[in-house]
């Protein structure tokens, strides 16, 4: 071991030139390998959950849906949305109360029995399916393409949309408690340590390690689960 100590002292300048040149691959590594999504898929095959996603999308070729919520929009609006909204790569169906009523009838028309169930405080909703799994990155985009079509008027719901919602918080937020919590390590290996470089040293280590390790997986395989504490 004092052997191994010596020869890495005596070469330190190349062992950390080729350490900062692994780190080109790591970055590639980390943009190749692809986030997955979707933690439905490490689930049990029993679970009720995956047991109805597989239902929809092999019975119903439903792969994922959304809810399109329209607030104060007339149907010849809803008729104009729901045309852009079919246009859609990913799109299967688009469907709201305009496809049953139509243009040519008015609101007000409509029992109030019947307008109670698909008004309320003057909203409406509008069902969009799509062709691909939940968490799918095409499924995704086009969800995203959805709140660029959609107004301020419309609101967008489903499980999709709530990935996005969890995945973009989580993204915005993790830069500020990396830096947290490099702050307080620094402290606190600043107060138990006798060296001042020490700290600096080992927590940029620390951090090629996780570098290393997170461009590694595209070597082990395609796609890692995303999780909030990533």
Same mark, same amino acid.
């Given at each position: 071991?004092?052997?191994?100590?010596?020869?890495i002292?005596?070469y330190?300048?190349?062992?950390? @030139?080729? %350490?900062?040149?692994?780190?080109?691959?790591?970055i590639?590594?980390?943009?190749?390998?692809?986030? +997955?999504y979707? /933690?439905?898929?490490?689930?049990? #095959?029993?679970?009720?959950?995956?047991?109805? &996603?597989?239902?929809?999308?092999? &019975?119903?070729?439903?792969?994922?849906?959304?809810i !399109?919520?329209?607030d104060?929009?007339?149907?010849?609006? @809803?008729?104009?949305?729901? &045309?852009?909204? $079919? $246009?859609?790569?990913?799109v299967? $169906?688009?469907?709201?109360?305009?496809?049953?009523?139509?243009?040519? /009838?008015?609101?007000?028309?409509i029992?109030?029995?019947?307008?109670?169930?698909? *008004?309320?405080d +003057?909203?409406t !909703?509008?069902l969009?399916?799509?062709? #691909?799994?939940?968490?799918?990155?095409?499924?995704?985009?086009t @969800?995203?393409?959805?709140?660029?079509?959609?107004?301020?008027?419309?609101?967008?719901?489903?499980?999709? %949309?709530?990935?996005?919602?969890?995945?973009d918080?989580?993204?915005? &937020?993790?830069?500020?408690? !990396?830096?947290?919590?490099?702050?307080?390590c620094? /402290?606190?290996? #600043?107060?138990? =340590?006798?060296? *001042?470089?020490?700290?600096?040293? =080992?927590l940029? +280590?620390?951090?090629?390690?996780?570098? *290393?390790?997170?461009?590694?997986?595209?070597?082990?395989r395609? +796609?890692?689960?995303?999780?909030?504490?990533n």
């Open positions: 071991m004092h052997k191994f100590g010596k020869t002292c005596r330190r300048k190349i062992i950390l @030139v080729i %350490a900062l040149l692994l780190l080109i691959p790591s590639i590594g980390i943009k190749a390998t692809r986030i +997955n979707d /933690i439905l898929v490490y689930l049990p #095959e029993d679970v009720e959950t995956i047991q109805g &996603e597989k239902i929809l999308s092999e &019975e119903f070729n439903m792969g994922a849906f959304s !399109v919520i329209l104060d929009m007339k149907t010849k609006d @809803v008729v104009k949305l729901e &045309e852009k909204i $079919k $246009k859609l790569d990913n299967d $169906k688009a469907v709201s109360i305009a496809d049953v009523i139509g243009t040519g /009838i008015p609101i007000e028309m029992p109030d029995n019947v307008k109670d169930k698909i *008004y309320k +003057n909203e !909703v509008m969009v399916t799509f062709k #691909e799994q939940i968490s799918s990155d095409s499924t995704m985009q @969800v995203q393409k959805l709140r660029q079509i959609t107004d301020e008027h419309c609101k967008i719901s489903g499980m999709t %949309a709530t990935v996005l919602d969890t995945r918080l989580s993204d915005s &937020e993790i830069a500020i408690y !990396v830096i947290i919590a490099v702050i307080l620094l /402290i606190i290996l #600043e107060i138990a =340590l006798d060296s *001042y470089i020490a700290p600096i040293l =080992l940029v +280590n620390i951090g090629i390690a996780i570098l *290393y390790n997170m461009g590694s997986n595209i070597l082990l395609r +796609n890692i689960i995303y999780h909030k504490s």
